[in-house]
């Protein structure tokens, strides 16, 4: 499983609404409506750079951008219908950032990422008392043992948060699925190794790959899940990005919208 980063230079003047009416000829007709349905001009970027990616990456590995198709499944999770079983990928984007996960097979993969602030008006405590019916009662004590320290209790928090969206994404289950049936025993400060339960049984057969990093001040951080397939062996890491992170691909945006083509036909 790898990564792709894509760092978005939001209300600059090089990201202008030409830029983006260009690019938008690069992507289905669907997507483009999906795209135009936003208000905003960074939630149009980070949706279409989201788009290209998946599309960048196959013709980067020689597929014809004109028989590429990407569809969606019934719970909405986007997916390579040709070529089949090349690979299996999974976006996600918050702030300046869009990052996507995929793997050289067919293997389910997810990915989640947040920014770690507090949300616009929010205090700790009272996002924290929002958030707090997505964690089980450990995760929840966790946290409580440094709520004096806002900076840790936020980016656990969101350790947890984006493990549990990365695991549920990559299964392609749909809103709704109970948070705390998922629990993250241990994270990269413990000790011992970290473990990942639903319902009470350890998770077998999968792979998870945590990321942090800073950027202009602001720190994020993201979780990547891929199936292992008939594996029964689990791996969980967090890692602090730098250039020897080699799983990790760091995509100019500007490169991408050049190597993207418009849609024919």
């Known amino acids: 499983m790898n990564i792709q980063l894509v760092y978005l230079p939001l209300r600059k003047s090089r990201l202008s609404e030409e830029l983006l009416l260009a690019a938008l000829k690069c992507v289905t007709s669907d997507s483009q409506a999906r795209i135009l349905r936003f208000r905003h001009?960074?939630?149009?970027?980070?949706?279409?750079?989201?788009?290209?990616?998946?599309?960048?990456?196959?013709?980067?590995?020689?597929?014809?951008?004109?028989?590429?198709?990407?569809?969606?499944?019934?719970?909405?999770?986007?997916?390579?219908?040709?070529?089949?079983?090349?690979?299996?990928?999974?976006?996600?984007?918050?702030s300046n950032f869009v990052a996507m996960a995929?793997?050289?097979?067919?293997?389910?993969?997810?990915?989640?990422?947040?920014?770690?602030?507090?949300p616009q008006d929010e205090t700790l405590e009272s996002y924290l008392n929002a958030m707090s019916g997505f964690l089980t009662a450990y995760e929840w004590a966790q946290i409580q043992k440094h709520i004096d320290d806002q900076v840790f209790a936020i980016e656990r928090l969101y350790e947890y948060w984006t493990t549990k969206e990365a695991y549920t994404k990559a299964l392609g289950i749909g809103l709704g699925f109970d948070?705390?049936?998922?629990?993250?025993?241990?994270?990269?400060?413990?000790?011992?190794?970290?473990?990942?339960?639903?319902?009470?049984?350890?998770?077998?057969?999968?792979?998870?790959?945590?990321?942090?990093?800073?950027?202009?001040?602001?720190?994020?951080?993201?979780?990547?899940?891929?199936?292992?397939?008939?594996?029964?062996?689990?791996?969980i890491s967090w890692t602090e990005l730098d250039e020897r992170t080699e799983w990790v691909q760091n995509i100019d945006v500007f490169s991408l919208l050049a190597r993207s083509h418009p849609m024919t036909g």
């Open 41 to 94: 001009s960074d939630d149009k970027w980070r949706c279409l750079i989201g788009r290209l990616l998946p599309r960048g990456l196959l013709t980067d590995h020689g597929v014809r951008p004109d028989s590429i198709v990407i569809k969606a499944s019934q719970s909405g999770k986007p997916f390579v219908a040709e070529p089949r079983g090349c690979f299996s990928f999974n976006v996600t984007h918050d």
């Open 102 to 118: 995929y793997s050289t097979s067919d293997l389910a993969v997810g990915i989640d990422m947040m920014k770690c602030e507090l």
């Open 179 to 235: 948070f705390t049936r998922i629990e993250c025993l241990r994270q990269l400060d413990d000790s011992a190794m970290p473990t990942i339960t639903v319902d009470g049984a350890v998770i077998q057969g999968w792979e998870f790959r945590g990321l942090r990093w800073t950027k202009d001040g602001h720190r994020y951080l993201c979780m990547a899940a891929v199936s292992l397939g008939t594996s029964d062996e689990t791996r």
